[in-house]
């Protein structure tokens, strides 16, 4: 069995399963049986001066058979006074010793109110705090959440109030309602932050009731954006995770969030630069049993690899993320369709035909079957016949030599600029 703990900027915690700061953390009946589960660690819901939530507050997005694709929410920090909310804290850290408890903190961005309340939390024992500088509706109308961390003057200064009185590990919680989501990093940084954890929902509406014309979810009739998670954000949270892992400002651990739902999900944001992660949606659609599953999966990988420890994936494939602008122009595959298990469907030719680039022939083989062939010299390797066949290897992406050197944009650019140097010298001669 590989070694599954980790230690994220000093906080240790038996494996790489974090539940994120949401409902399934709300209380420390609900903490501790996911500990009993198997959870690593929990990210306790958001802390500050208790709110009104809504009723009706979450929502949906159902996708060709597949429930809660993507899922939404306008429900608000804890609803719980703080002085019970500490209580169950204490208690959970006392039962389990070993397992990883962080507080998620938010509060108006003065100084001497954050001071307050990350010593209150102290106090009773926690591993590290988290500051929610991100929750995108409600509170980022009261100037906290988003509001602020869309501000890195402000993340950066909240930051540094925090590491003034702070004792334990400070994590800096991004928003991804932002344009370059690095630039914040690096003030979360420059604050003190020890790690970030990445991303927090992003602005949403689920649906609207096509026959009440209500937005969903509605209150009374009313509705207002939420926060968007699931699966469906996962690429955009891995993009992000990658980004900050691979700038050389942003050289602080990473906690990576949205959309992870399986082992594989995992092993992916580790390997783009997280040193452990932490769920939501899937728990809420599944039950924190699910760790069972995340558990086993993790182990089997590591075992098949050959690796002793899961900290030993973080950050392997980031040296593989770059620009576009580094890319291997003169690099090709062509798609090549094996007959044997091709079922004559003919996806792949309405999508070539249709969205690509007309290279897809039907033609009839010796037998009088009909088959489908590419023709490999118009193909342009963009990847689409084999995304929608629906028989695994029935299509096949092959490199195919060129003969050419690797040639990206960038050197392409150097070389013309290069070259309009060398006939300005001439001219000038």
Not at 390 to 399: K, L, N, S
Request: net charge negative; charged share 20%; hydrophobic share 40%.
């Amino acid at each position: 069995m590989a070694d599954l703990r980790i230690d994220l900027a000093g906080i240790p915690s038996p494996n790489p399963f974090w539940l994120a700061s949401a409902p399934p953390t709300n209380t420390g009946y609900q903490v501790q049986r996911a500990f009993e589960a198997g959870w690593g660690g929990a990210v306790w819901k958001t802390l500050g001066d208790p709110i009104i939530n809504t009723s009706s507050r979450f929502a949906a997005v159902h996708f060709s058979g597949q429930r809660v694709a993507g899922f939404n929410n306008i429900e608000l920090i804890t609803d719980r006074p703080l002085e019970v909310n500490l209580k169950e804290i204490y208690e959970t850290k006392k039962r389990f010793p070993d397992h990883a408890v962080v507080a998620s903190l938010m509060v108006e961005p003065k100084r001497e109110k954050w001071h307050e309340i990350v010593k209150r939390v102290e106090d009773v024992g926690v591993d590290g705090l988290e500051l929610n500088y991100s929750c995108p509706h409600g509170m980022a109308e009261r100037g906290m959440g988003a509001a602020s961390g869309q501000q890195p003057d402000l993340v950066e200064a909240q930051t540094a109030w925090v590491k003034e009185v702070a004792r334990t590990p400070v994590i800096v919680k991004l928003t991804p309602n932002i344009t370059d989501i690095t630039v914040v990093a690096r003030h979360a940084v420059k604050g003190g932050a020890d790690a970030i954890s990445l991303i927090n929902t992003i602005n949403s509406l689920a649906g609207v009731d096509i026959h009440t014309w209500n937005p969903i979810p509605h209150v009374g009739g009313l509705g207002a954006h939420g926060g968007y998670c699931g699966p469906a954000v996962k690429p955009i949270a891995l993009s992000m995770v990658a980004e900050c892992a691979r700038d050389r400002e942003v050289s602080i651990p990473i906690s990576g969030i949205g959309g992870i739902s399986t082992w594989q999900d995992v092993v992916e944001f580790m390997l783009m630069g997280a040193t452990g992660i932490q769920v939501c949606t899937a728990v809420m659609h599944h039950g924190f049993r699910i760790v069972e599953e995340l558990i086993d999966g993790l182990n089997n990988y590591l075992d098949e690899k050959g690796i002793a420890s899961a900290a030993e994936l973080t950050g392997r494939s980031v040296p593989k993320y770059a620009n576009w602008g580094d890319l291997d122009l003169n690099y090709k595959v062509v798609a090549r369709i094996h007959e044997e298990t091709c079922i004559n469907c003919n996806k792949c030719h309405i999508a070539c035909e249709d969205a690509s680039h007309q290279c897809i022939d039907r033609l009839t083989n010796d037998e009088g079957r009909e088959m489908l062939r590419v023709r490999e010299e118009d193909c342009v390797g963009c990847n689409l016949c084999s995304i929608v066949c629906p028989v695994d290897g029935a299509i096949e992406m092959v490199e195919v030599g060129g003969g050419a050197a690797p040639m990206t944009w960038n050197d392409r650019q150097a070389a013309i600029a290069r070259l309009n140097d060398s006939y300005v010298k001439a001219e000038v001669v």
